[in-house]
């Protein structure tokens, strides 16, 4: 039995914002790529590094997820095939590019770091205070402020492919 195997998983930090477009029949991709890291001592013990950036496309409505999650300098889990295309440069040449075919990801870097941090220095120390009038409202029904914001940013998880 013959076995073939095309799968790519890098984990590494988003060098570029995805970049969306729509092809002519309607369809959203997503391109960006992800830098990784790889550290190593040479024989004379000297720190080496060496950085691999790797092209990443995502189609359809990962597109669009990705467009809106993912920002230049997140970390990410990427996961999907190898593709190489070739086509002719203006110059007459031909041209190679292999890129990772996203079918899964990742988030690696956490919501609050990508969002500007509260001023944590005039919080209260100790245990959180009992709920107040304001929460009591809100089961009620009512909103709190701030509830209008957090509607925006929410995402439906039944529209993520994975």
């Known amino acids: 039995m013959a076995w073939s195997l095309n799968r790519a998983q890098v984990i590494g ?4 914002d995805p970049e969306l477009r729509v092809t002519p029949n309607g369809q959203s ?11 190593w001592k ?3 013990g000297n720190q080496q590094e060496k950085v691999e950036f790797h092209e990443v496309v995502a189609w359809g409505k990962l ?10 300098g997140n970390r990410v889990y990427v996961e999907g095939r190898l593709q190489t295309r ?6 007459g040449g031909k041209r190679n590019r292999t890129e990772i075919v996203m079918e899964n990801f990742v988030p690696l870097t956490p919501k609050a770091s990508t969002e500007a941090l509260p001023d ?5 120390e100790g245990p959180a205070e009992k709920p107040s009038k304001a929460k009591d409202k809100q089961e009620k029904g009512g909103k709190k402020p701030g509830d209008e914001k957090e509607a925006v940013d929410e995402i439906n998880l039944d529209d993520i492919p994975f």
């Open 86 to 91: 070739t086509w002719d440069a203006p110059d």
């Open 13 to 16: 930090n988003v060098t570029r």
């Open 63 to 72: 597109a669009e997820i990705i467009q809106q999650i993912l920002h230049k």
């Open 29 to 39: 991709v997503a391109s960006f790529a992800v830098a990784t890291n790889r550290r």
């Open 42 to 44: 040479d024989q004379q």
């Open 120 to 124: 944590i220095s005039s919080m209260p």
